[in-house]
Nanobody, 124 residues
Framework: QVQLGESGGGSVQAGGSLRLSCAAS?????????TGWFRQAPGKEREFVAA????????YYADSVKGRFTISRDNAKNMVYLQMNSLKSEDTAVYYC????????????????WGQGAQVTVSS
């Protein structure tokens, strides 16, 4: 089992920045898991935001966040991050950290482990 916990959410004005953090605990093999971020806005389905292979060789972003968001991780600390810059009101959502052995699974919204979510609110 892997437990994931997000932090760093909050409220920010449009154009501002936030960094979400995701702490992983449990299985010692987490460092070999692909990790990703998803979000769900009110009244909408959960959508893919970004994903990264365990070694950082492959990263993927939704078109809507490309160039503004950056996914990273620190395997030594079992931490995953999402740096969000130039935030827009349409970025308002609950953001979820996720992990899976297969990066291809994350890219289609399937993950073995999910965090509880962190609210991000962007006001215009």
């Amino acid at each position: 089992q892997v437990q994931l916990g997000e932090s760093g959410g909050g409220s920010v004005q449009a154009g501002g920045s936030l960094r979400l953090s995701c702490a992983a605990s449990g299985r010692s093999t987490f460092s070999t898991y692909a990790t990703g971020w998803f979000r769900q806005a009110p009244g909408k389905e959960r959508e893919f935001v970004a994903a990264r292979s365990w070694n950082g060789i492959s990263t993927y972003y939704a078109d809507s966040v490309k160039g503004r968001f950056t996914i990273s991780r620190d395997n030594a600390k079992n931490m995953v991050y999402l740096q969000m810059n130039s935030l827009k009101s349409e970025d308002t959502a609950v953001y979820y950290c996720a992990a899976d052995e297969a990066l291809r699974s994350l890219r289609v919204g399937v993950a073995a482990y999910w965090g509880q979510g962190a609210q991000v609110t962007v006001s215009s």
